[in-house]
């Protein structure tokens, strides 16, 4: 799994951010979108969720977490995509790459400000153009 950075370590790396960018929009997070607005279009959502309460609530919340924990297992498993032998460590470091992804969506939401509507579109097809050139790399590689 060494080699396979050293190999092939910027298509990776595009593959990487590509996946960052998209768990911050499927998550709905600060540079896509904020909860905490009163914006017409987050207000539609909101009040889907805030119609419920108790188990109900609980499994939508619950819903959210395990998409944003999906996306940044995804994310965590292309950084550090070897394993130590152990199960123990390999639990303990599968969870601190964790850690780190999720330290990283949280200073990406506290540096970035929320996108304009017309602007998140651009943000996504970012994430697009960022798995194109790692596909033309790597199929140019492999030539």
């Given at each position: 799994?060494?080699?396979?950075?050293?190999?092939?370590g910027p298509p990776l790396l595009f593959v990487t951010i590509a996946f960052f960018i998209v768990l911050l929009t499927e998550s709905s997070r600060v540079p896509v979108d904020d909860p905490a607005t009163h914006l017409e279009l987050t207000m539609?959502?909101?009040?889907m969720v805030l119609?419920?309460?108790?188990?109900?609530?609980?499994?939508?919340e619950l819903g959210s977490?395990?998409?944003?924990f999906f996306y940044s297992t995804l994310i965590s498993r292309l950084i550090c995509p070897f394993t130590l032998g152990h199960a123990a460590a390999d639990a303990g470091?599968?969870?601190i790459v964790l850690g780190l992804v999720y330290t990283a969506v949280g200073v990406t939401e506290s540096v970035m400000a929320r996108y304009r509507m017309d602007k998140?579109?651009?943000f996504v097809l970012t994430s697009f153009a960022l798995a194109f050139f790692a596909t033309v790399i790597t199929l140019e590689f492999i030539k």
């Open positions: 799994p060494f080699g396979l950075w050293q190999a092939a539609i959502h909101e009040v119609d419920h309460s108790g188990p109900d609530f609980a499994l939508i977490f395990l998409k944003l470091l599968f969870f998140v579109p651009q």
